[in-house]
């Protein structure tokens, strides 16, 4: 779907788990006191001037396959034409294009033969590579995709845009539930520890979160069947997945607030309806019976998926069943990545929303529906030829 200005407008805004605006973020280091700058010895993202005046943003799309549901995902780098109006338009680089490395030697002047900027080069390649690496821009999994790598310490903490007290809020439920089954499958209880116990179950954990590799833990590798080469990455997208969990319930309120308001057609309706032509007038309500379809179908996923992991979480906790929990972490990234496209989505629409009503309630007048319509069509990777075939 093409995206018009006003669109554009609402994407680049709308929420931090779509979107890092590097644009944004180094202008804000920019504009730091002297005094601050002193002690700031990171700076901007990347060395490459042009890549730390874009804007990343992440495209997932749903695929269907044979009755089955499956989702692509894709880093896209904008680049505005206007550095004092980033909404006039601009260019932009898909991070899966063949021609990437082309695109971006001629946008970002990137130069693997100029000795000088190699370094600077790959520098910047192995951050691109980390954020591409990742379903979402969520701040918490993007900080922790940066611990998994080690390159945490080489990022500005601007850009996770992530504060100590929300990383902890999210961090201790997800350990909590780590430490239980790392405990279950060792057979240590608490009231059984000794400090050497104690220290041998905080280092499996520590091993599990990091993510990085398996080394002092391949015994526990290969009593849950984990291949051992994709073990890391299985235990990131686990964390994830807790992450997730955690997530959803912090979102439920927001998202009964978006689903109250494209089903009442008070709010989810121009208030000027009756004003538009009859088929503009059959567009729009063909177009929010699919979002309300899509957005079902999103929920109905994100639980599914959430109770399959708490079930066989609890089977190998309460009744000492890792089975069902086997399986599952051999999908979890398969699960991650629908996760994560199923909650970015609703979350990008619940900030779309509160946006609007902070602009102007609930209720809003044909053109800024025509808007907003437009970016939730995007957000659920809906096209309006789908609408449309529905009318015919």
Known sequence: MAMDRQTLNRTLDAGRTSTLNCFATTADIAAMSAEVREHDEIGPLFRNKYLNNCIVLKIIALVREDRRRAYTTDTLLYFPYNAENIYEGGDSVLFSDPKREAMLRH????DLNDPAQRDDIEHDNRLLEMIAD??????????????????????????????????VTFQEPIRDKID???RKALGVTHSLETSDIADHVTNFLDKIWEARDIENIEAFVDAMDIS????????????????????????????????????????????????????????IDAEITLLKQRMREYYKETKSILDIYEDSYQQFI?????????????????????????????????????????????????????ELLDCLLTIYGIDRAEALALIA
């Not at 998994?148 to 504060?163: H, S, W």
């Not at 086997?326 to 990008?348: I, M, P, T, W, Y």
């Open 107 to 110: 946008k970002c002047g990137f």
């Open 318 to 370: 309460d009744k000492g069943n890792p089975e069902p929990f086997k399986r599952f972490l051999g999908d979890a990234q398969e699960q991650f990545l629908a996760l994560a496209a199923c909650l970015s989505a609703n979350a990008h629409a619940i900030n779309l929303l509160e946006d609007q009503v902070r602009r102007g309630g609930p209720q809003v007048y044909a053109v800024q529906h025509r």
């Open 180 to 182: 239980a089954l790392v």
């Open 228 to 283: 051992r080469d994709r073990a890391p990455e299985l235990f990131f997208a686990w964390k994830a997945i807790c992450y997730y969990q955690a997530q959803s319930r912090t979102l439920e309120p927001s998202l009964k607030r978006l689903f109250q308001w494209i089903g009442d057609p008070r709010t989810a309706l121009p208030i000027d309806l009756m004003t538009l032509r009859e088929e503009l007038r059959d567009q």
């Open 134 to 167: 990742i379903p979402t821009l969520d701040p918490f999994l993007l900080r922790e995709k940066a611990m998994q790598m080690d390159v945490a310490g080489e990022i500005n903490p601007a850009y996770f845009n992530l504060t100590q007290e929300e990383w």
